[in-house]
């Protein structure tokens, strides 16, 4: 079962996911884990989004996201359990795999 993370512990995973960002850092926002991209097309930002959604889907969590044009914006928290768990983590981990 996934449990909340302590702040030590999402600290941790924040240093280490921010080592794979390709553009703007991950940040904690409003107790969510929280990142905007950028791409170069509607297109291109509306692919990764379905790529994404297949993940989110294989891994039973599914972000809070929101796009306009070529950007779209993310909040990942784990409502089951009130904050963040390692779910948001293999989430932000393979949305940084993805970007391109």
Request: charged share 25%; net charge positive; hydrophobic share 45%.
């Amino acid at each position: 079962m996934t449990e909340k993370l302590t702040e030590r512990e999402i600290a941790h995973h924040l240093e280490t996911l921010n080592k794979l960002a390709k553009d703007d850092m991950w940040v904690i926002v409003n107790g969510k884990l929280h990142k905007q991209f950028k791409f170069k097309s509607f297109i291109r930002a509306f692919g990764w989004m379905s790529q994404i959604a297949i993940w989110a889907e294989k891994l039973k969590h599914h972000p809070e996201w929101f796009n306009v044009y070529n950007t779209v914006k993310v909040d990942l928290v784990t409502h089951d359990v009130g904050g963040i768990s390692e779910l948001d983590f293999q989430l932000a981990t393979k949305m940084e795999t993805f970007k391109s």
